[in-house]
């Protein structure tokens, strides 16, 4: 089975930076495309950013520019560099992977902007 191991995530005030980071185990082939998803309270969860097999990123709206996605695909693992951090990045973010069009997701590691 497909697990995830997020790290990463923590407190850091308006302006700052962090880098998550996800591994996944439980596959012996590289996956079709990695990717972060966010979800603050009370809304929906959205796109932070997905990065595709071949290295082509796609990032939402609300963080281009500021967030920058990398995988390595031979070790099933990606990143996401946070910087110029606003209060409402804050989320719990879900590290996901696709295999076989089938999409996992990590257990999430909850990042906050706050003075």
Partial sequence: QVQFAESGGGLVQPG???RLSCI?????????????????????RELVAVISSGGSPVYGDSVKGRFTISR????????LQMNNLKPEDTA????????????????????????
């Fill in 16 to 18: 700052g930076s962090l």
């Fill in 24 to 44: 996944a185990s439980g596959i012996s082939r590289s996956m079709s495309a990695m990717g972060w998803h966010r979800q603050a309270p009370w809304k929906r």
């Fill in 92 to 115: 719990v973010y879900y590290c996901n992977g696709v295999v076989d069009l089938l999409t996992f997701w990590g257990q999430g590691t909850q990042v906050t902007v706050s003075s």
């Fill in 72 to 79: 390595d695909g031979a070790k099933n693992t990606v990143s």
